[in-house]
């Protein structure tokens, strides 16, 4: 991997207290993060998946160990610190969705634009990010609207709307079926490959692994394999799925109202 | 005007539940409705209390003898008190003047004597400013230059046994310390309705009390005010304008046990409006607790997307903002009709009174206590359902602010 480490992670450990017992999380965890990667993090339950996760989100901090996001060590970020650069540097997609349940699609995705402090324009933008996924159409529907495929597809446009170098996925695809996980993984991989945003998934899906260049298997809290592989192709618009049509083709079934598949995200860095 | 999202999902939050909302609001609009009343009703008992204070004979302010204050003898005197009276009569916002002179004295008819504190007043103003004697039942009041007549109460006059042009013999002592008597002819017999009242008026013309006690001059200025509000710029006017051998005081300095009476309603008042704000408060922040408690997966997943807390808080104070504002339009639409008639009506307490006296250290007070009313009770109404609510928002604010993100998501997986 030529590319920059995004994340560098070195003998990381984490341990909950509990009151009556300690469980460690995370007992030396050595990893680097390259910028494009497409990284599918494994492991049977209990192996501290989630918990790796949520020290890279800086959602939580190491309670021994080196951990540097986009090289910055976030063990000696301030809450303040971290909640800025979860803002403007990461997104986040939760395997629950979590959109805001009285937002609507676009109110959700302009939730996060607010939080950055865009003005007026933040409306506009929200819509256009939700046009250039294909969303547009669900923009005024509230989350108990949407299905749970719509729902996950809203979720990843509003954790690309900060336009983050590092979108963080825990279990995205557990509570989707087939077709919505496949639509989802093929629109997460456009963004990785169109625009060199960089996934981390956390997963016990295989059809997440399919699509995942670089696979680490953690166990007891360890790393236990680290393997780049060849990810399944993109679909070319053939596939079982429409939302697989590559960038600019015709597909055999095109979104309602569009002369073309969803293409570049221009708002986003290439 | 677009509102930003965060606002929205304060409104859209507050939507969620709402039976909750409803309710919430409803006790804020309760709350407030209470006070209001509470207030208003004991602003204008205490206005009551001291219109009838100065209706009483006491005045709303006193010019009286630069040394008065420090002895409060009856004795000193206002030698020029009606030049004194142009410049208080010029005050703007004093609307009567009229001066008094007291004197301790005997009165005797036949073999019956009473002791009695006889007041010498001007006939021309001391009714208009005096509701003891502004209606005579029996005879009439005094005529201005009129000397050796009086009025007297309707209980002292049945202590003596006397009638109307009955001559009573009036002994004080004079300035020497002698002795001076002279004749007085009842023209009127005064009835309150309180005995204690009727025991003592005993009026007679300011130049009666002059001869009698050998001193020229009234011993105060009692002035009626049209506002006591403006009393303070009044008073510090006077004080101005008039030399230092006078000096001003008011009604708190001339009554201190009504003054004190009137401080110990408001302090009641206080009380009872803090427990009211207080319960309705405890009610909020259980309810919006409960509201951040159901949320806390919400906060956690805002607080990942990289809300900070400054945002977390303006959330649950704007959404303590919105339950004042409709909480306050409730109270208001409550508590405005029912502070309004007794305002209006007012509340009769006389089958409460039965027929105990209606007086208290020499004032006569009116059965029927009514409240105030004015506009003032609009920005009040929201005054306390927002302070009510804002502040109750914080401990939940606080509460939202400390949710670990990752712990919340956790539960979640």
């Known amino acids: 991997m030529t590319n920059a480490a995004l994340i560098t992670a070195q003998d990381v450990m ?40 949520n020290l890279i989100g800086a959602l939580d901090v190491a309670t021994a160990g080196r951990l540097n996001v986009l090289d910055r060590d976030v063990s000696a970020l301030s809450k303040r610190q971290r909640a800025d650069l979860r803002l403007h540097s990461l997104g986040f997609v939760f395997q629950a969705y979590n959109l805001v349940p009285v937002l609507t699609a676009r109110e959700n995705v302009e939730f996060v634009l607010e939080l950055q402090g865009v003005g007026a ?53 557990a509570n ?62 053939s596939g079982e799925s429409k939302e697989n049509a590559p960038c600019g083709t015709s597909a055999p079934e095109k979104p309602k109202g569009r002369s073309s598949w969803p293409c570049g995200l221009w708002f986003l860095p290439v | ?105 005997l009165l005797a008819f036949g073999t019956r004597v009473a002791g009695v504190e006889i007041l010498g007043v001007d006939p021309n103003t001391e009714q208009d400013t005096n509701r003891l004697v502004r209606e005579i039942p029996e005879g009439r009041y005094l005529a201005a230059g009129e000397l050796g007549t009086t009025v007297i109460g309707r209980t002292l006059a049945e202590r003596l046994d006397v009638e109307l042009d009955d001559s009573l013999m009036v002994t004080v002592a004079d300035r020497h310390g002698e002795m001076s008597s002279a004749m007085l002819r009842i023209v ?25 006690t050998g001193r020229d001059g009234a011993a105060d200025l009692t002035a009626m005010v049209e506002n006591p509000k403006h ?24 009554m201190p046990e009504l003054a004190s009476g009137v401080k110990v309603d408001e302090t009641w008042t206080r009380l009872i409006v803090s427990i009211v704000m207080i319960v309705v408060f405890l009610g909020i922040m259980s309810a919006q607790l409960a509201a951040v408690l159901e949320r806390r997966r919400e906060f956690a997943v805002l607080s990942a997307l990289g809300m900070k807390s400054g945002r977390m808080i303006r959330i649950m104070v704007a959404e303590g903002i919105i339950l004042g504002l409709f909480g306050s339009v409730l109270g208001l639409i409550f508590g405005m009709p029912a502070t309004y008639y007794v305002a209006t009506h007012g509340i009769d307490f006389s089958s409460m ?61």
């Open chain 2, 1 to 105: 005007m677009r509102l930003s999202i965060s606002t929205r999902y304060a409104i859209w939050s507050l939507r969620r539940h709402l039976r909750r909302t409803i309710l919430a609001v409803l006790g804020i609009g309760l709350g407030s409705a209470i006070c209001l009343f509470i207030i208003a009703f004991v602003k204008g008992e205490g206005m009551m209390m001291l219109k009838a204070a100065a209706e009483s004979g006491a005045g709303h302010l006193r010019v009286v003898p630069a040394r008065w204050p420090e002895v409060r003898e009856n004795d000193l005197r206002l030698v020029d008190w009606r030049d004194v009276a142009q410049t208080v009569r010029a005050v703007k916002g004093i609307t009567l003047v009229t001066p008094h002179a007291r004197t301790e004295g």
């Open chain 2, 188 to 212: 009127g017999i005064a009835e309150t309705g309180s005995e204690d009242l009727d025991a003592i008026i005993c009026h007679v013309n300011l130049e009666d009390v002059e001869s009698l």
């Open chain 2, 353 to 413: 009174y039965g027929d105990a006296d209606l007086s208290v250290s020499n004032i006569l007070f009116d059965p029927v206590f009514k409240g105030d009313f004015g506009w003032w009770l609009i920005p009040l109404a929201f005054e306390l359902a927002l302070l009510a609510t804002v502040l109750s928002s914080l401990y939940p604010a606080w509460f939202a602010i400390r949710t670990d993100p990752a712990a919340a998501l956790r539960v979640d997986n």
């Open chain 1, 176 to 237: 989707l079926d087939g077709e919505n996980a496949e639509i989802l993984l093929t629109m997460m991989r456009r963004l990785n490959k169109d625009h060199g945003i960089t996934f981390v998934f956390s997963t016990h899906d295989p059809r997440v692994v399919a699509h995942a260049r670089r696979v680490v298997t953690l166990v007891d809290g360890r790393v236990a394999k680290d393997e780049t592989k060849t990810p399944v192709p993109l679909s070319d618009g």
């Open chain 2, 231 to 254: 009393l303070k710029r009044m008073v510090a006017q006077l004080g101005d304008q008039l030399s230092d051998d006078y000096a001003v005081v008011t009604w708190e300095e001339i």
């Open chain 1, 14 to 53: 984490k341990v909950y207290d509990t009151g009556r017992v300690e469980v460690r999380a995370l007992r030396g965890v050595t990893l680097d993060v390259h910028k494009g990667d497409l990284l599918a993090i494994v492991g049977p339950s209990g192996s501290g998946k989630t918990t790796f996760l």
């Open chain 1, 121 to 173: 324009q933040r409306n506009k933008q929200a819509m256009e990010i939700l046009e250039q996924l294909g969303l547009e159409e669900f923009a005024d529907r509230r989350p108990n609207e949407l299905s749970g495929g719509q729902q996950q597809r809203v979720a990843v446009a509003r954790a690309v709307a900060s336009k983050p170098q590092l979108v963080l996925a825990d279990e995205p695809t």
